[in-house]
C-alpha cells in the first residue's frame, strides 16, 4: 500500500443491526480506500485467537462468545493516518463516553457490543490484516 493501513471490523451486533451499509459510507466519506473486505462468521477459537492479548481479562470469554455470535465484516482501510483517524472516527470502547457522531456513539449498545473493530497501532494493523486476509487477496491492492 502507499499510505498507512488499518484493520477494522463492522462487529456482529452491527451487522444484525442492519448498520453495514451507514458504516461502510461513512467509511467513504472519511477518505479510506477499502482494500480488501469480506463478511465472516469467526469460530469460537478463531475469536479467542483474535483478541488473545485479553486473554487475563474478566471479559474476555464474553468478548470471544459475542464476537462469535454472528457474521463480522472485515475489511482493510488506507489512508494517511489510517489507524489514528479510524480510531478518532470510531470514538471510546464505551458507547456512553463516546464524543458526538463517533460510529459508536451513533450504533453501539454498550461498552462490550460496541459495533466496530479498529486495529490499535500500525504494527498490529500488519498482524490482524493477516489473520484475515492472504497475500494471495492482497496482491494488486
Ligand atoms: P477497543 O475495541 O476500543 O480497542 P479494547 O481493545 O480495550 O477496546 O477491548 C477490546 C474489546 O473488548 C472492546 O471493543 C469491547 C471489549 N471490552 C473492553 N473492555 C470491556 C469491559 N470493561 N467490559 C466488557 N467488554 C469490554
Ligand atoms: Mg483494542
Not at 448498520?19 to 477518505?31: F, H, N, P, T, V
Not at 456513539?105 to 454498550?110: G, V
Request: hydrophobic share 40%; proline share 4%.
Amino acid at each position: 500500500f502507499e499510505k498507512e493501513f488499518t484493520l477494522i471490523m463492522i462487529k456482529p451486533d452491527g451487522v444484525r443491526s442492519g448498520d453495514s451499509g451507514k458504516i461502510l459510507a461513512r467509511i467513504e466519506q472519511e477518505g479510506f480506500k477499502i482494500r480488501a473486505m469480506k463478511r465472516v462468521r469467526l469460530s469460537l477459537e478463531q475469536a479467542q485467537q483474535f483478541y488473545s492479548v485479553h486473554a487475563a481479562r474478566p471479559f474476555y470469554g464474553e468478548l470471544c462468545s459475542f464476537m462469535a455470535s454472528g457474521p463480522v465484516v472485515a475489511a482493510i482501510l488506507e489512508r494517511d493516518n489510517a489507524v489514528q483517524h479510524w480510531r478518532d472516527v470510531i470514538g471510546a470502547t464505551d458507547p456512553a463516553e463516546a464524543a458526538p457522531n463517533t460510529i459508536r456513539k451513533l450504533y453501539a449498545k454498550s461498552k462490550g457490543e460496541n459495533a466496530v473493530h479498529g486495529s490499535d497501532s500500525v504494527e498490529n494493523a500488519k498482524i490482524e490484516a493477516a489473520f484475515f486476509f492472504s497475500g494471495l487477496e492482497l496482491a494488486g491492492q
